[in-house]
Protein backbone atom coordinates (compact mmCIF):
# COMPACT_ATOMS: atom_id res chain seq x y z
CA UNK A 1 0.00 0.00 0.00
CA UNK A 2 1.22 3.37 -0.74
CA UNK A 3 0.59 4.89 1.85
CA UNK A 4 0.81 4.06 5.56
CA UNK A 5 -2.12 2.95 8.05
CA UNK A 6 -1.31 4.90 10.98
CA UNK A 7 2.11 6.34 12.19
CA UNK A 8 5.21 5.09 13.52
CA UNK A 9 7.01 7.75 16.00
CA UNK A 10 10.71 7.95 15.16
CA UNK A 11 12.92 7.46 18.28
CA UNK A 12 14.09 11.68 18.81
CA UNK A 13 10.98 12.92 17.18
CA UNK A 14 9.15 15.64 19.04
CA UNK A 15 5.44 15.51 18.55
CA UNK A 16 2.79 17.98 18.16
CA UNK A 17 -0.63 15.78 17.69
CA UNK A 18 -2.55 18.22 16.49
CA UNK A 19 -0.20 17.47 13.31
CA UNK A 20 -2.01 13.87 13.34
CA UNK A 21 -5.87 14.04 12.08
CA UNK A 22 -8.16 11.50 13.97
CA UNK A 23 -10.76 11.09 11.54
CA UNK A 24 -7.51 9.57 9.07
CA UNK A 25 -9.06 6.44 7.06
CA UNK A 26 -6.06 5.06 4.59
CA UNK A 27 -7.92 5.67 0.58
CA UNK A 28 -7.46 1.64 0.20
CA UNK A 29 -9.65 0.78 3.33
CA UNK A 30 -13.46 0.98 2.57
CA UNK A 31 -15.84 1.17 5.72
CA UNK A 32 -17.77 -2.00 4.03
CA UNK A 33 -15.02 -4.05 3.57
CA UNK A 34 -13.33 -3.32 7.04
CA UNK A 35 -15.27 -6.23 8.86
CA UNK A 36 -13.71 -8.94 6.50
CA UNK A 37 -10.63 -7.57 6.26
CA UNK A 38 -10.60 -7.72 10.80
CA UNK A 39 -11.58 -11.28 10.15
CA UNK A 40 -9.15 -12.09 7.71
CA UNK A 41 -6.56 -10.22 9.69
CA UNK A 42 -7.32 -11.77 13.12
CA UNK A 43 -7.18 -15.61 11.80
CA UNK A 44 -3.28 -14.88 10.78
CA UNK A 45 -3.10 -13.01 14.36
CA UNK A 46 -4.36 -16.50 15.74
CA UNK A 47 -1.91 -18.27 13.70
CA UNK A 48 0.88 -16.12 14.88
CA UNK A 49 0.21 -16.29 18.25
CA UNK A 50 0.10 -20.29 18.25
CA UNK A 51 3.90 -20.18 16.76
CA UNK A 52 4.90 -17.13 19.22
CA UNK A 53 3.37 -19.59 21.59
CA UNK A 54 4.93 -22.79 20.42
CA UNK A 55 8.30 -21.48 19.54
CA UNK A 56 8.87 -19.63 22.97
CA UNK A 57 11.86 -17.63 21.58
CA UNK A 58 9.58 -14.59 22.57
CA UNK A 59 7.08 -12.97 24.68
CA UNK A 60 4.93 -9.89 22.93
CA UNK A 61 3.56 -6.80 24.83
CA UNK A 62 1.01 -4.56 23.55
CA UNK A 63 0.49 -1.29 24.95
CA UNK A 64 -2.95 0.48 24.90
CA UNK A 65 -3.30 3.80 25.88
CA UNK A 66 -5.74 6.80 24.86
CA UNK A 67 -8.39 9.05 26.26
CA UNK A 68 -11.08 8.66 27.99
CA UNK A 69 -13.77 6.80 25.38
CA UNK A 70 -10.80 6.06 22.48
CA UNK A 71 -11.53 3.04 22.44
CA UNK A 72 -9.10 0.64 24.38
CA UNK A 73 -11.42 -1.90 25.67
CA UNK A 74 -12.87 -1.91 22.35
CA UNK A 75 -10.15 -2.47 20.71
CA UNK A 76 -8.94 -5.51 22.63
CA UNK A 77 -11.96 -6.96 22.18
CA UNK A 78 -12.42 -7.01 18.18
CA UNK A 79 -8.81 -7.22 17.74
CA UNK A 80 -8.46 -10.35 19.90
CA UNK A 81 -11.26 -12.01 19.04
CA UNK A 82 -9.95 -14.73 17.56
CA UNK A 83 -7.23 -15.44 19.48
CA UNK A 84 -6.59 -18.14 21.96
CA UNK A 85 -7.25 -17.79 25.51
CA UNK A 86 -4.58 -20.02 26.76
CA UNK A 87 -2.15 -17.63 25.07
CA UNK A 88 -3.41 -14.39 25.68
CA UNK A 89 -3.28 -12.19 29.15
CA UNK A 90 -4.98 -8.93 29.84
CA UNK A 91 -4.24 -6.98 32.66
CA UNK A 92 -5.99 -3.11 33.33
CA UNK A 93 -4.29 -0.87 35.23
CA UNK A 94 -6.36 1.35 38.14
CA UNK A 95 -5.28 3.82 40.63
CA UNK A 96 -2.72 1.95 42.59
CA UNK A 97 -3.87 0.19 45.61
CA UNK A 98 -1.88 0.98 48.75
CA UNK A 99 0.20 -1.76 47.83
CA UNK A 100 0.72 -0.91 44.72
CA UNK A 101 1.46 2.86 45.81
CA UNK A 102 4.00 1.67 48.20
CA UNK A 103 6.39 0.45 45.89
CA UNK A 104 7.75 2.22 42.76
CA UNK A 105 5.89 2.66 39.78
CA UNK A 106 7.22 0.17 38.20
CA UNK A 107 6.73 -3.06 40.48
CA UNK A 108 3.11 -3.69 39.47
CA UNK A 109 3.77 -3.46 36.37
CA UNK A 110 6.73 -5.65 35.60
CA UNK A 111 4.67 -8.60 37.31
CA UNK A 112 2.24 -8.78 34.94
CA UNK A 113 4.72 -8.82 31.95
CA UNK A 114 3.91 -11.59 29.61
CA UNK A 115 6.43 -14.73 30.08
CA UNK A 116 8.09 -16.10 26.86
CA UNK A 117 5.26 -17.69 24.45
CA UNK A 118 2.81 -15.12 25.79
CA UNK A 119 0.92 -12.76 24.02
CA UNK A 120 0.11 -9.30 27.19
CA UNK A 121 -1.90 -7.00 26.52
CA UNK A 122 -1.82 -3.73 29.19
CA UNK A 123 -5.01 -1.69 29.48
CA UNK A 124 -3.33 1.66 30.35
CA UNK A 125 0.39 0.93 31.57
CA UNK A 126 3.16 2.25 33.17
CA UNK A 127 2.84 5.70 31.23
CA UNK A 128 -0.45 6.43 33.68
CA UNK A 129 2.56 7.18 35.83
CA UNK A 130 3.22 10.42 33.70
CA UNK A 131 0.05 10.90 32.59
CA UNK A 132 -2.63 11.12 34.71
CA UNK A 133 0.19 11.56 37.52
CA UNK A 134 1.07 14.45 36.03
CA UNK A 135 -1.84 16.41 34.82
CA UNK A 136 -3.29 16.03 38.72
CA UNK A 137 0.03 16.63 40.49
CA UNK A 138 -0.02 13.38 41.98
CA UNK A 139 3.80 13.56 42.55
CA UNK A 140 5.95 16.78 42.11
CA UNK A 141 7.52 17.25 38.64
CA UNK A 142 10.96 16.23 39.82
CA UNK A 143 9.93 12.88 40.52
CA UNK A 144 7.48 11.94 37.19
CA UNK A 145 10.28 13.95 34.90
CA UNK A 146 12.41 11.05 35.89
CA UNK A 147 10.13 8.38 34.75
CA UNK A 148 10.83 9.11 31.40
CA UNK A 149 14.24 7.31 31.91
CA UNK A 150 12.98 4.87 33.93
CA UNK A 151 10.82 3.74 31.54
CA UNK A 152 13.25 3.81 28.25
CA UNK A 153 15.37 1.35 30.39
CA UNK A 154 12.83 -0.72 31.91
CA UNK A 155 11.65 -1.79 27.91
CA UNK A 156 14.90 -1.62 27.07
CA UNK A 157 15.44 -4.54 29.77
CA UNK A 158 12.28 -6.28 28.37
CA UNK A 159 13.08 -6.11 24.92
CA UNK A 160 17.02 -7.60 25.91
CA UNK A 161 15.05 -10.62 27.58
CA UNK A 162 12.96 -11.44 24.00
CA UNK A 163 9.73 -9.32 24.32
CA UNK A 164 8.44 -7.61 21.61
CA UNK A 165 6.39 -4.19 22.25
CA UNK A 166 4.08 -2.41 20.55
CA UNK A 167 2.59 0.56 22.19
CA UNK A 168 -0.66 2.37 20.65
CA UNK A 169 -1.83 5.41 21.30
CA UNK A 170 -5.64 6.03 20.09
CA UNK A 171 -5.78 9.49 19.42
CA UNK A 172 -9.56 11.05 18.90
CA UNK A 173 -10.36 14.56 18.88
CA UNK A 174 -12.17 16.74 21.39
CA UNK A 175 -15.72 16.28 19.16
CA UNK A 176 -15.56 12.57 18.83
CA UNK A 177 -14.87 12.45 23.07
CA UNK A 178 -18.04 14.69 23.56
CA UNK A 179 -19.85 12.35 20.74
CA UNK A 180 -19.24 9.15 22.63
CA UNK A 181 -19.87 10.48 25.89
CA UNK A 182 -23.46 12.23 24.64
CA UNK A 183 -24.12 8.43 23.09
CA UNK A 184 -23.47 6.89 26.89
CA UNK A 185 -25.97 9.84 28.32
CA UNK A 186 -28.58 9.60 25.35
CA UNK A 187 -28.89 5.74 25.18
CA UNK A 188 -30.06 3.94 28.34
CA UNK A 189 -28.42 0.72 27.45
CA UNK A 190 -24.97 2.23 27.05
CA UNK A 191 -25.51 4.20 30.58
CA UNK A 192 -23.71 1.59 32.18
CA UNK A 193 -20.90 2.55 30.73
CA UNK A 194 -20.99 6.28 32.08
CA UNK A 195 -18.10 6.39 34.43
CA UNK A 196 -18.88 10.41 36.16
CA UNK A 197 -15.07 10.73 36.61
CA UNK A 198 -14.75 10.33 32.16
CA UNK A 199 -17.18 14.01 32.31
CA UNK A 200 -14.43 15.85 34.93
CA UNK A 201 -11.87 14.92 33.06
CA UNK A 202 -13.01 16.74 30.16
CA UNK A 203 -11.91 19.71 31.83
CA UNK A 204 -7.93 18.68 31.14
CA UNK A 205 -7.68 17.79 27.77
CA UNK A 206 -5.46 20.17 26.73
CA UNK A 207 -3.25 19.11 29.74
CA UNK A 208 -3.26 15.59 28.83
CA UNK A 209 -2.87 15.89 25.22
CA UNK A 210 0.95 17.66 26.27
CA UNK A 211 1.43 14.73 28.44
CA UNK A 212 0.74 12.48 26.00
CA UNK A 213 2.98 14.35 23.49
CA UNK A 214 5.71 14.31 25.52
CA UNK A 215 5.59 10.59 26.21
CA UNK A 216 5.37 9.68 23.17
CA UNK A 217 8.23 12.03 22.20
CA UNK A 218 10.22 10.81 24.90
CA UNK A 219 9.50 6.99 24.84
CA UNK A 220 9.45 6.08 21.23
CA UNK A 221 12.37 3.62 20.71
CA UNK A 222 13.54 1.51 17.85
CA UNK A 223 12.62 -1.52 20.32
CA UNK A 224 9.75 -0.35 21.69
CA UNK A 225 8.19 2.39 19.15
CA UNK A 226 4.97 4.32 19.59
CA UNK A 227 2.07 4.29 16.94
CA UNK A 228 -0.49 7.42 16.36
CA UNK A 229 -3.61 5.54 15.77
CA UNK A 230 -6.35 7.52 14.29
CA UNK A 231 -9.10 6.47 16.10
CA UNK A 232 -12.50 8.77 15.45
CA UNK A 233 -13.36 5.94 13.19
CA UNK A 234 -13.59 2.46 15.26
CA UNK A 235 -13.47 0.19 12.18
CA UNK A 236 -10.98 1.90 11.15
CA UNK A 237 -8.72 2.15 14.42
CA UNK A 238 -9.53 -1.75 14.49
CA UNK A 239 -7.83 -2.73 11.06
CA UNK A 240 -4.48 -0.45 10.95
CA UNK A 241 -3.84 -1.74 14.48
CA UNK A 242 -4.41 -5.39 13.52
CA UNK A 243 -2.49 -5.25 10.52
CA UNK A 244 0.38 -3.56 12.79
CA UNK A 245 0.60 -6.58 14.82
CA UNK A 246 0.53 -9.02 11.56
CA UNK A 247 2.86 -7.12 10.13
CA UNK A 248 5.18 -6.70 13.04
CA UNK A 249 4.80 -10.55 13.80
CA UNK A 250 5.36 -11.53 10.59
CA UNK A 251 8.97 -10.61 10.49
CA UNK A 252 9.55 -13.44 13.22
CA UNK A 253 7.46 -16.02 11.29
CA UNK A 254 10.78 -17.67 9.81
CA UNK A 255 12.70 -18.01 12.71
CA UNK A 256 9.81 -19.52 15.14
CA UNK A 257 8.74 -21.91 11.74
CA UNK A 258 12.65 -23.15 11.47
CA UNK A 259 12.71 -23.46 15.04
CA UNK A 260 9.79 -25.81 15.22
CA UNK A 261 10.67 -27.77 12.45
CA UNK A 262 13.88 -28.26 14.03
CA UNK A 263 12.20 -29.19 16.73
CA UNK A 264 10.14 -31.85 15.45
CA UNK A 265 13.22 -33.69 13.85
CA UNK A 266 14.91 -34.04 16.68
CA UNK A 267 11.45 -35.38 18.37
CA UNK A 268 11.29 -37.72 15.80
CA UNK A 269 14.72 -39.33 15.92
CA UNK A 270 14.30 -39.72 19.50
CA UNK A 271 11.25 -42.04 19.09
CA UNK A 272 13.10 -43.50 16.56
CA UNK A 273 16.13 -44.66 18.66
CA UNK A 274 13.63 -45.50 20.90
CA UNK A 275 11.43 -47.77 18.46
CA UNK A 276 14.72 -49.06 17.65
CA UNK A 277 16.30 -50.10 21.09
CA UNK A 278 12.51 -51.27 22.09
CA UNK A 279 11.86 -48.83 24.16
CA UNK A 280 8.77 -48.61 22.58
CA UNK A 281 7.08 -51.59 20.56
CA UNK A 282 3.42 -50.67 20.46
CA UNK A 283 3.71 -47.42 18.14
P1 LIG B 1 -10.71 2.68 33.58
O1 LIG B 1 -9.59 2.37 32.63
O2 LIG B 1 -11.82 3.46 32.94
O3 LIG B 1 -11.19 1.49 34.31
O4 LIG B 1 -10.13 3.68 34.68
C1 LIG B 1 -8.99 3.40 35.39
C2 LIG B 1 -8.59 4.66 36.13
O5 LIG B 1 -7.38 4.40 36.85
C3 LIG B 1 -8.31 5.83 35.22
O6 LIG B 1 -8.98 6.96 35.69
C4 LIG B 1 -6.81 6.00 35.31
O7 LIG B 1 -6.38 7.33 35.14
C5 LIG B 1 -6.53 5.49 36.71
N1 LIG B 1 -5.14 5.07 36.87
C6 LIG B 1 -4.49 4.08 36.22
N2 LIG B 1 -3.20 4.03 36.58
C7 LIG B 1 -3.01 5.03 37.48
C8 LIG B 1 -1.88 5.50 38.20
N3 LIG B 1 -0.69 4.93 38.08
N4 LIG B 1 -2.07 6.55 39.05
C9 LIG B 1 -3.29 7.13 39.17
N5 LIG B 1 -4.38 6.73 38.52
C10 LIG B 1 -4.26 5.70 37.66
MG1 LIG C 1 -12.77 4.98 31.79
Redesign the pocket.
Known amino acids: MSHQLLWKVPEGEKIKLHKYDPSYTHPEIRHEDADDILAKLGKELGELQELLSAAQHHSLLMIVQGM ?1 TSG ?1 DGTISHVFSQINPQGCEVH ?5 TAEEAAHD ?1 LWRIHKATPAKGMLGIF ?2 SQY ?2 VL ?2 RVHN ?1 VPEEVWSKRYTNINNFEKLLHQNGTIILKFFLHISQEEQTKRLKARVDDKDKAWKI ?1 T ?1 DFAERKYWDDYQKAYEDALSQCSTDEAPWYIVPADHKWYRNVAIAQTLVDTMQQYKDEWTTDLEARGHKELEELQQMRATKQITDI
Open positions: DKSFKVPFNREDVTLSS
